[in-house]
């Protein structure tokens, strides 16, 4: 593949018009010190059979989200915490019916409800929310999908199929910026693509054998990837890389909390011969440059790691799917 000039042609359409954690509250602290009372906000995550579970930070307290359901593709919250998105499996035979819900987060009251068909016919699309919650992003493993913006209401936007003529990759990972711009990855490339969605601009090139995990911080200023086993965070330039975490394991999936001050991570990340597929254990570094050893046990762990446990609980949290901290 010839290498991107800063300026990128992408084809497109354009909108041509307008073990249950449930209720796991019990008295008395985690062992060692309470989480610090700078650890804001609410992390979603996903485990095994149980759905999708939530965990308040400070307090430590929580419980069931959303109910385990198989035809769950993928949920969303809202950068302001009001809002959920649900993308469900809605196909019968012969149809392929993806249904977005956006309701609210406290009352569950539906405020935009729209069935989903992708060009691809592909059942098993997934959606995320603008930082202003005015468009979604829907992803697909269909190359005929591509990445779609859609309105909050299910009207279309815009389609970008390929990248100077070639396909976007499977499983491709997009990722909302401010100014409801967003980040693709395409072959060994990071790309930033605006409004409207007809031009993108090669941010980073990633000349490593083994990357992924790439996300984003809210403030649109911080990048955290996966490069082979360990974490590193960069510049929204790409400049200043840094390798966070070390360990005999693997550490993944690695999230910003709200104020950009940490990262949740998937620590001990493994492939479970149990039937979970791929799971790990749950930490929070902070997004300090410095680089921090995460084992599966909280013993062995480098100072200012610090364990995801429940209020009450002795054992590390893990985690099995997607993790969102709001």
């Not at 690695?254 to 930490?283: A, C, I, N, T």
Request: glycine letters at 12%.
């Amino acid at each position: 593949m010839k290498k991107l000039a800063a300026s990128i042609l992408i084809s497109f359409f354009f909108l041509l018009v307008g073990c249950s954690k449930d209720g796991n509250n019990g008295e008395g602290n985690r062992p060692g010190d309470l989480y610090p009372s700078e650890l804001k906000g609410t992390i979603y995550y996903d485990w095994a059979t149980e759905g999708i579970i939530k965990i308040s930070l400070p307090d430590g307290t929580g419980g069931s989200f959303i109910p385990d359901d198989s035809k769950l593709n993928n949920f969303d919250i809202s950068r302001d915490g009001k809002w959920k998105l649900s993308v469900v499996n809605a196909s019968s035979i012969g149809e392929y019916d993806i249904r977005f819900t956006i309701s609210d987060i406290n009352t569950g009251a539906v405020a935009e409800e729209f069935v989903y068909n992708g060009p691809g016919l592909n059942a098993y699309c997934k959606g995320y929310l603008s930082p202003d919650n005015s468009l979604i992003l829907v992803t697909s493993n269909e190359k005929e999908d591509g990445i779609t913006i859609l309105k909050r209401n299910g009207d279309f936007v815009a389609r970008i199929l390929d990248i100077n003529g070639e396909r976007i990759n499977f499983g491709v990972t997009a990722l909302w910026l401010p100014g409801n711009h967003f980040l693709m990855t395409h072959g060994n490339y990071i790309i930033r693509v605006a409004p409207p969605y007809d031009s993108g601009t090669l941010l980073k090139e990633m000349n490593y054998q083994d990357w992924g995990d790439l996300t984003v911080n809210q403030q649109g200023t911080k990048l955290a990837v996966r490069i082979a086993n360990h974490i590193h965070t960069m510049d929204m330039e790409g400049g200043n890389l840094k390798q966070v975490t070390t360990s005999n394991f693997t550490e993944s999936v690695p999230v910003f909390s709200p104020d950009g001050k940490y990262l949740l991570l998937g620590s001990y990340y493994r492939y479970s011969g149990e039937g979970f597929g791929r799971l790990w254990q749950m930490s929070i570094i902070p997004n300090d440059g410095q680089q921090y050893t995460t084992n599966p046990d909280a013993e062995n762990n480098s100072p200012g790691v610090i364990p995801v446990i429940w209020k009450g609980k002795d054992k590390m949290e893990a985690g099995s799917g997607q993790m969102i901290w709001r």
